[in-house]
T-cell receptor, first 115, second 113 residues
């Protein structure tokens, strides 16, 4: 079975500073990895995904993540954050099995960007 | 185009009552998923539909929960004899095919008093 651990429940950061949100997963088989963002009172929006190929994945809004198979990590980074990046961020893993992707989410990291 | 929509956005009910939550997926999407997000947690998988059939309902917590998708488009999640522990945000997602990215709706916030 797969599982996801997001190591920080909250990350406070000042505007224009860099940020890293950490995600570790466990799985005995190859998986797909995702980061979703959830703004208040909105649904989850896909930031980026890793399916295969290059381990550095670029997503929307200037975010990127690096897949590290040996460390079973998929940390999310942004070099300079904006106030508008304040939201909840979820890391998720899935394995294409039985003909579909069942997403397994971490508990989330609340990013709070301060002026 | 229109995204995934869910109604109602909020639902308050009393313990023991029956509730229905509706999901309108993106037009043409064949795969539909329901997730439940409890306070302070990430979403948890409930059920997956491919077309009209429930291909995987292993995440439904017990037999009080049931979901249908009779015409392969709109889906309804039904909860009988609601309990306070059912209070959560219920999220619906759809994808063009089962292998494609899942797009989420805004959710229905259910509160059982």
């Amino acid at each position: 079975a797969q599982s996801v651990t997001q190591l920080d429940s909250q990350v406070p950061v000042f505007e224009e500073a860099p940020v890293e949100l950490r995600c570790n997963y466990s799985s005995s088989v190859s998986v797909y990895l995702f980061w979703y963002v959830q703004y208040p009172n909105q649904g989850l929006q896909l930031l980026l995904k890793y399916l295969s190929g290059s381990t550095l994945v670029k997503g929307i809004n200037g975010f990127e993540a690096e897949f590290n198979k040996s460390q079973t990590s998929f940390h999310l980074r942004k070099p300079s954050v904006h106030i508008s990046d304040t939201a909840e961020y979820f890391c998720a893993v899935s394995r294409f099995s039985g003909g579909y992707n069942k997403l397994i989410f971490g508990a989330g990291t609340r990013l709070a960007v301060h002026p | 185009g229109a995204g995934v929509s869910q109604t109602p956005s909020n639902k308050v009910t009393e313990k023991g009552k029956y509730v229905e939550l509706r999901c309108d997926p993106i037009s043409g999407h064949t795969a539909l998923y329901w997730y439940r997000q409890s306070l302070g947690q990430g979403p948890e998988f409930l059920i997956y539909f491919q077309g009209t059939g429930a291909a995987d309902d292993s995440g439904l917590p017990n037999d009080r929960f049931f979901a249908v998708r009779p015409e392969g488009s709109v889906s309804t999640l039904k909860i009988q004899r609601t309990e306070r522990g059912d209070s959560a945000v219920y999220l619906c997602a759809s994808s063009l095919t089962s292998q494609e990215t899942q797009y989420f709706g805004p959710g229905t916030r259910l509160l059982v008093l």
